[in-house]
């Protein structure tokens, strides 16, 4: 069983940065891929990056490639993704996600946080 809770969210302007973090409960956090999502209104909840277990293996979509990072902290029980270059299309609600294996496919997730509004100005 694993709980999530995101924080970091907020508004910036285009070009901005900004840092999300997701808290994780439960001992076995170590043992399970995580990853972050983005739903914009009216669209569908989407992939955003993902992080193998031990961190060592990162995935991210096209969209954000080379301007956002996923990194995490096992002894921390933390998950983090760094946004840099931010553009207004990336206005969404931010969810992190725990499952144990590798995947992409949100109807796959067992485990979610309840989200944290990101807003990018232009």
């Known amino acids: 069983q694993v709980q999530l809770v995101e924080s970091g969210g907020g508004l910036v302007q285009a070009g901005g940065s900004l840092r999300l973090s997701c808290a994780a409960s439960?001992?076995?956090?170590?043992?399970?891929?995580m990853a972050w999502f983005r739903q914009a209104p009216g669209k569908e909840r989407e992939f955003v990056a993902g992080?193998?277990?031990?961190?060592?293996?990162?995935y991210y979509a096209d969209s954000v490639k080379g301007r956002f990072t996923i990194s995490r902290d096992n002894a921390k029980s933390m998950v983090y993704l760094q946004m840099n270059s931010l553009k207004p299309e990336d206005t969404a609600v931010y969810y992190c996600?725990?499952?144990?294996?590798?995947?992409?496919?949100?109807?796959?997730?067992?485990?979610w946080g309840q989200g944290t509004q990101v807003t990018v100005s232009s």
């Open positions: 439960g001992r076995t956090f170590s043992s399970y891929f």
């Open positions: 996600a725990a499952d144990p294996k590798i995947t992409y496919r949100r109807d796959e997730y067992g485990y």
């Open positions: 992080i193998s277990s031990g961190g060592g293996i990162t």
